[in-house]
C-alpha cells in the first residue's frame, strides 16, 4: 500500500512523503482493516481516496457509508443460490468442462452485493455448490 497506492497519489499530487495527506496511523489501521477481512482490497481503495481528504480515519469512513465487507456464509450463500438458480444454463456449462464460468458466477455475487462480499468466502461456497 505504500509503495503502490500512497506512493502513486503523492506523486499525482507532487508531493513529498513528508507532506502525505495521510498520516501513517490511518494508513496502518486502514491495511488492518483489510487484513482481518472488515472491508475488501476493493473496497479499502475507494476508502483510500477518501482518506486523502483532511486524513480521515479509515474506520469512521467504513462504518460511516456501510462499507463493511459481507462474511456472513449463510447470507451469501442465499446471494450464490439465487445466482445459480437464475442461470442454471451456465452451471450446467461449468459442469461439462468450462471452468472458466467460475469468474462469471463470483462476478454475478460481487455485483449483487455491490462489492461487499468477502471473494475468499464466495470462492469456498461457490465451489462446493458447483461440485
Do not use: C
Not at 495527506?21 to 487484513?35: D, E, Y
Not at 476493493?42 to 483532511?54: N, T
Request: proline share 4%; no cysteine.
Amino acid at each position: 500500500w505504500i509503495i503502490g497506492e500512497l506512493f502513486a497519489a503523492l506523486n499525482e499530487k507532487n508531493l513529498e512523503i513528508t507532506e502525505s495527506p495521510i498520516s501513517p496511523g490511518n494508513l496502518s489501521k486502514l491495511i488492518n482493516l483489510i487484513k482481518d477481512g472488515t472491508i475488501s482490497g476493493k473496497i479499502a481503495k475507494d476508502v483510500f481516496e477518501k482518506m486523502q481528504i483532511g486524513n480521515r480515519d479509515p474506520e469512521h469512513i467504513v462504518e460511516k457509508e456501510g462499507l463493511l465487507q459481507q462474511s456472513d456464509p449463510k447470507k451469501l450463500e442465499k446471494i450464490i443460490l439465487d445466482v445459480l438458480s437464475k442461470n442454471q444454463d451456465k452451471v450446467a456449462q461449468y459442469k461439462s468442462g468450462k471452468e472458466k464460468l467460475f469468474g462469471y458466477f463470483v462476478g454475478e455475487v460481487m455485483k449483487i452485493s455491490k462489492g461487499k462480499a468477502n471473494p475468499k468466502i464466495v470462492n469456498e461456497i461457490l465451489k462446493k455448490k458447483l461440485h
